[in-house]
């Protein structure tokens, strides 16, 4: 698919580097610094769209032509045209591949002829506003992809990793596995992609062919980076709040009070997940079956089977703590292996929304503000939660160190 006549390409230019090509109907082209898919995925991320996404939120809730009214002013739709269309200049500094695709994408948009419908103003409104949010929903969809992919993922293989992604979203493992792409000892790939998600995908089905470099999260930024070695690796060289990651962090995980969790409960409570997680399946409809992650009756059955005699191994003294936690965490659900050291990774509320629903979006998800009670205080009160705020609670346990005891 053409974009106008011009087209998004990706061209190796060296072993594991490559180049985004933005290819204009008149021939010319502009090749964007050569990077690896691992850098442009996390620069990908970490986009600011904020004030883009305010402006598209000012056109959709305060421009005239959406006022409810039986006839629209054709003067006001092209009022509307004319804001819309110089929204994308916001990005071509910051994001040159969404500015060009969002160019096509809107001058063909525009091409579409009135049918003579009452709604056809509204409709084209619509589509041009659906157009411009395409940069937001790729970029959500693909931190939620690293928040599922590689978050507590740092002791796993490439293969590993890749193999989780499929778990929790099986149509986007299907869409970025590397076995689809060419050799990588093929002389310089070129690969056409059709949106910027498919942007994405092809990086990570890129990323997924090498193991030289490897996504991580800084425990205390929270950030996405690349470790310079193989070490597991806990902190970035970012400078955050005037401080290192690395020296903040440092100071803040002291402050961590980790739970002394024995071997045999770890081993329960990984039980009791993975039943929890047979029952749903079980009780689920085929078509919700979808957002959950797979547990049918064999596979909890070959689950369980393995943990009990793995527990009878261990409790012969036949195996240390670190093979038993390692040969019962088959999915990868622990943070590590170390005697008495063993922490479950909690699937907090936060995270079973992202795994349900890889478009989930924070921004539209909480209310500006909400009346909240908890029952469970001595004196309940009613108290107003801002959206940052009901964030933070569902995200409890599974934070930043930054975010966890920064204000200390």
């Avoid at 293969?159 to 050799?183: H, I, M, T, W």
């Avoid at 047979?278 to 689920?284: K, P």
């Avoid at 191994?313 to 093979?323: A, F, S």
Wanted: glycine share 6%.
């Amino acid at each position: 698919m053409a974009f106008g006549g011009s087209q998004l390409l990706m061209i190796e230019e060296g072993v594991g580097r490559f180049s985004t090509v933005l290819h204009y109907g008149d021939g010319t082209e502009t090749h964007l610094p050569v990077t690896t898919p691992a850098k442009d995925l996390i620069t990908a991320t970490e986009i600011d769209y904020r004030k883009y996404r305010g402006e598209i939120k000012r056109l959709r809730d305060e421009h005239p032509l959406f006022e409810d009214r039986l006839d629209i002013p054709v003067a006001d739709f092209e009022d509307f045209v004319a804001e819309a269309l110089l929204l994308p200049s916001m990005l071509e500094k910051t994001d040159p591949v969404s500015f060009f695709v969002l160019g096509g994408l809107l001058h063909r948009s525009l091409q579409t002829e009135d049918d003579g419908s009452a709604s056809f103003l509204l409709d084209a409104a619509g589509e041009l506003l659906y157009i411009l949010e395409e940069p937001i929903r790729a970029q959500i969809r693909l931190r939620n992809i690293f928040e599922m992919t590689f978050d507590g993922m740092e002791r796993a293989t490439q293969r590993e990793r890749f193999e989780r992604l499929c778990q929790v979203y099986p149509d986007v493992g299907r869409l970025c596995d590397s076995a689809s792409l060419p050799d990588v000892e093929q002389r310089q790939r070129a690969f056409r992609v059709t949106s910027i998600f498919g942007l994405r995908l092809l990086e990570l089905a890129l990323y997924f062919q090498q193991d030289t470099q490897r996504i991580a999260r800084c425990d205390y930024c929270w950030g996405w980076f690349i470790p310079k070695t193989k070490k597991v690796t806990r902190y970035c060289d970012r400078v955050t709040d005037g401080f290192p990651c690395k020296q903040r962090g440092s100071r803040f995980k002291r402050n961590l009070v980790e739970e002394q969790d024995g071997a045999l409960r770890v081993y329960s409570q990984l039980r009791d997940r993975m039943y929890a997680r047979f029952l749903r399946w079980q009780d689920a409809a085929p078509t919700e079956r979808a957002n959950l992650i797979p547990m049918d009756y064999d596979q909890y059955t070959t689950w369980s089977e393995n943990a009990r005699l793995a527990r009878m191994e261990y409790l012969d003294g036949k195996l240390t703590i670190e093979k038993f936690l390692r040969r019962i965490d088959t999915t990868h659900e622990l943070k590590s292996y170390e005697a008495d050291k063993a922490e479950l990774v909690e699937e907090t509320v936060w995270q079973h929304m992202v795994t349900g629903d890889f478009n989930f979006d924070a921004e539209t998800h909480y209310p500006e503000t909400m009346q909240v009670l908890d029952l469970g205080a001595e004196d309940p009160k009613w108290e107003l939660q801002t959206a940052d705020e009901l964030r933070r609670e569902d995200q409890k346990g599974h934070q930043s160190l930054r975010e966890k005891y920064g204000k200390e």
